[in-house]
T-cell receptor, first 115, second 114 residues
Framework: DTGVSQDPRHKITKRGQNVTFRCDPI?????LYWYRQTLGQGPEFLTY????????KSRLLSDRFSAERPKGSFSTLEIQRTEQGDSAMYLC?????????????FGPGTRLTVL | DQQVKQNSPSLSVQEGRISILNCDYT??????FLWYKKYPAEGPTFLIS?????DKNEDGRFTVFLNKSAKHLSLHIVPSQPGDSAVYFC?????????????FGQGTTLQVKP
């Protein structure tokens, strides 16, 4: 069990550019979540995968955001045409399939700065 | 609308004393509550949880109390240690959701002074 990993840890980009983040969940965890955290706030739910199926998306996830989990293992979160308001910490979490209340294990996050 | 609220942005206590962190929620459909701890440059780490059918859960130095009628929960840390200094997030899970998504409060920064 190596924990949830995220790459990159930091990303600085210019407004209008596209960025992609990767999340590797704990092995054999079927559930994968993406959250966004801005300064002074708690994490906010963005989207949820069970295996490769994206089963829920928050209204926070505008059409510039897309997430995939093609083989039910790692996941990517892409932001197109980034805006300064997208600057935040993007957190990934995973949990076992057994119950919806299973503990979610978080990665260290990717900090995005949009100039 | 902020469904989970932590009204105290910060708390400072002396080492060895009790730390009490508070959390209020508005949605009566929440049926599972958690506390996470976050150190700088790390992701949140699970601390303790409680189901809505209970009013107390204890794990070592950490105890969570749930008052459903008041829609209030609290985390007690006894005795507090300098290593407990971190940001603490309260989170709730809607019972109607099968996804397990969490709704977080804004966080409370705890400082434990030696």
């Amino acid at each position: 069990d190596t924990g949830v990993s995220q790459d990159p840890r930091h990303k600085i980009t210019k407004r209008g550019q596209n960025v992609t983040f990767r999340c590797d969940p704990i092995s054999e965890h079927n559930r994968l979540y993406w959250y966004r955290q801005t300064l002074g706030q708690g994490p906010e739910f963005l989207t949820y995968f069970q295996n490769e199926a994206q089963l829920e998306k928050s209204r926070l996830l505008s059409d510039r955001f897309s997430a995939e989990r093609p083989k039910g293992s790692f996941s990517t979160l892409e932001i197109q045409r980034t805006e300064q308001g997208d600057s935040a910490m993007y957190l990934c979490a995973s949990s076992p399939k057994r119950r919806a209340t299973d503990t979610q294990y978080f990665g260290p996050g990717t900090r995005l700065t949009v100039l | 609308d902020q469904q989970v609220k932590q009204n105290s942005p910060s708390l400072s206590v002396q080492e060895g004393r009790i730390s009490i962190l508070n959390c209020d929620y508005t949605n009566s459909m929440f049926d599972y509550f958690l506390w996470y701890k976050k150190y700088p440059a790390e992701g949140p780490t699970f601390l303790i949880s409680i189901s809505s059918i209970k009013d107390k859960n204890e794990d070592g130095r950490f105890t969570v109390f749930l008052n459903k009628s008041a829609k209030h929960l609290s985390l007690h840390i006894v005795p507090s240690q300098p290593g407990d200094s971190a940001v603490y997030f309260c989170a709730a899970s809607p019972g109607s959701s099968n996804t397990g998504k969490l709704i977080f409060g804004q966080g409370t920064t705890l400082q434990v002074k030696p």
